[in-house]
């Protein structure tokens, strides 16, 4: 067991007190040194045991869990440790097929990852979380979770895992009846899935795909998608399996296949079913027997299908589909009405929950927050710019204009820059980078001797302003090559067009989401105009019916 800080602390008082007549302030200093030296190498030696776990767990989670089950870490260790710990054992959990309802452990992991650690760490945390809450049928957090995951995928983030994250998503919109999105998600998967040389990824995920097409109703292609998958699987000497078994048996159950191919689909299923250790699944036994004719075996195999518990509206469809089909076969109405009752109970029941987790248009509204999130980020780094710019000259500005006097309109543009940076500078928070704090607060200081000022001394001439305006042009410039850096594809359109790079830098600031009217606060208007008039003239007929600021998204979207 490893030794703890507080352990280490108490050995030290210990000594002190046995030895108080001898000990020295220089000897209390060292032992301190050793003890905090000591505490150190032993915090790292736990971080560098979960490091190692970490590097096996794919490919070994027995172990895995049989490692991470004999360490002892308590919640008040190191956050890096306990997130660590929590990550893997919550991960070793999933992989051991250890189903966990409670988010409790996995929580100590998002707490640290959501503002500390790399990209993977991030996309593992939120990826476990959203398992967490599929095994515990609370769809729409899952869901959640797996869109924050998938914020975070790009090329860092494993194949394998994209695949699952795809599959996962997948079966919540399929619980929730967004059909449509459940079969983009398993045609993802399974096309991630084609990449890796684990076969049983493919295979898995083109049944996956089977189902979901069939149950789509597009039944002719659910059949084709097993044909093909059945055709590559014997090319690369693999035997069809046990999952392959029971979702052709389905198919064919609820198909109209003739009685010979059923029956051999049903005992290739139920041979798979004994070579693998596994229980024949009652239900599809039930509606096997009933589709055959074997009313007497469909009873008994009926029997020992459990009833499903309330709120379990996605067995109660299940349960009460199959009795429905038992009662019609033997002739038992009145039953048949009751099961059918229920059956459409189960189904309100999970229409209303998914209406009211409005999951099917949960995905569309995180992209849109993330969107609003990007463009909120790319404003106040061009604001950090354009003030950046503007404020490097502000000091001798504000020297020469104190000595002039001169000039309702200039100090009609100061007041309104004042305003405008006030209110930004307001609205900052802990969120904002200090960098751009630094530059708004600056900026306030060097306008407000002419807020707050009456008497202003003429002016000697029109240099001052000419230097504001080459400021301003500056400004436009440096933005245009800003996004030349960060969007090379937007800005290559606009150059091909012939704009200058103050022209280009307007644009990015249109597409970036700025008014005319919020340019004007900051520019002077006839520069505005001037510039406007110069884009559309180079744009010309691409232009067509739409206004210059919607092009400009537009074209901004398409190139980004």
């Given at each position: 067991m490893p030794i703890m800080g507080q352990d280490i602390c108490k050995l030290t008082l210990t000594l002190f007190y046995k030895n108080e007549e001898y000990m020295t302030i220089h000897r209390i200093l060292s032992l301190l040194s050793v003890s905090v030296i000591i505490c150190c190498n032993a915090n790292n030696e736990v971080l560098t045991?979960?490091?190692?776990i970490e590097g096996y767990i794919q490919e070994n989670p027995e172990r895995a869990y049989s490692e991470l089950s004999g360490m002892d870490i308590e919640a008040d260790t190191d956050k890096e440790e306990y997130a660590l710990y929590s990550l893997l054992m919550s991960m070793a959990l999933d992989k051991n097929y250890i189903d966990v309802t409670s988010d409790s452990l996995i929580n100590n992991a998002v707490e640290y990852y959501s503002a500390h650690g790399d990209r993977l760490h991030r996309f593992y945390t939120y990826y476990y979380l959203g398992r967490i809450y599929s095994n515990a049928g609370s769809y729409k957090e899952s869901l959640e979770a797996y869109l924050k995951a998938e914020s975070?995928?790009?090329?860092?983030?494993?194949?394998?895992?994209?695949?699952?994250?795809?599959?996962?998503?997948?079966?919540v919109y399929r619980a929730h009846f967004a059909d449509e999105k459940a079969l983009e998600e398993a045609l993802k998967a399974r096309q991630a899935a084609s990449t890796l040389e684990n076969p049983a990824f493919f295979v898995s995920y083109s049944l996956n795909v089977a189902k979901q097409l069939?149950?789509?109703g597009r039944k002719d292609e659910a059949g084709s998608t097993l044909k093909d998958l059945k055709e590559w699987m014997k090319q690369n000497g693999i035997e069809p399996n046990l999952?392959?078994?029971?979702?052709?048996?389905?198919?064919?159950?609820?198909?109209?296949?003739?009685?010979?191919?059923?029956?051999?689909?049903y005992n290739l299923y139920t041979l798979a079913c004994e070579e693998s250790g596994v229980a024949i699944e009652p239900e599809l036994t039930t509606d096997y027997f009933i589709k055959s004719g074997y009313i007497g075996e469909a009873e008994k195999a009926f029997k020992a299908i459990p009833k499903p518990e309330d709120y379990d509206y996605h067995s109660a469809i299940a349960y009460y589909s199959t009795l429905s089909a038992l009662c019609e076969a033997t002739g038992r109405w009145d039953e048949y009405r009751a099961a059918q009752q229920e059956y459409q109970n189960a189904v309100e029941a999970l229409s209303l929950n998914a209406l009211n987790d409005d999951i099917h248009f949960l995905e569309e509204r995180s992209a849109n927050i993330e969107e609003q999130a990007r463009s909120r980020k790319d404003k106040l780094v061009l604001l950090a710019v354009l003030l950046a710019v503007l404020a490097t000259g502000s000091g001798a500005a504000a020297a020469l204009f104190h000595k002039n006097r001169k000039n309702t309109l200039q100090l009609e543009e100061i007041r309104k820059e004042y305003d405008l940076i006030t209110k930004v500078f307001k609205q900052t928070g802990s969120d904002t980078p200090?960098?751009?704090?630094?530059?708004?607060?600056?900026?306030?200081?060097?306008?407000?001797?002419?807020?707050?000022?009456?008497?202003?001394?003429?002016?000697?001439?029109r240099k001052v302003l000419e230097s504001m305006n080459k400021d301003r042009r500056e400004m436009l410039s440096s933005i245009g090559m800003l996004y030349a850096m960060t969007n090379p594809g937007f800005t290559s359109v606009l150059a091909g067009k012939g704009l200058s790079p103050e022209e280009i830098g307007l644009c990015s600031l249109y597409a970036c989401g700025y008014s005319s009217k919020e340019m004007t606060d900051i520019l002077y208007r006839v520069d505005i105009y001037h510039l406007n008039g110069s884009i559309r003239s180079k744009i010309g007929e691409d232009l067509g019916t739409l206004n210059l600021n919607t092009w400009l998204k537009d074209l901004y979207s398409r190139t980004s």
């Open positions: 045991k979960l490091r190692y975070y995928v790009n090329k860092t983030i494993p194949v394998d895992y994209c695949a699952r994250l795809h599959y996962n998503k997948s079966n069939f149950v789509n999952p392959f078994y029971r979702v052709s048996l389905r198919q064919s159950i609820d198909n109209d296949v003739s009685a010979d191919s059923l029956a051999a689909i200090e960098s751009i704090r630094n530059v708004l607060d600056k900026r306030i200081n060097a306008l407000r001797p002419f807020i707050t000022n009456v008497k202003f001394p003429a002016p000697k001439g």
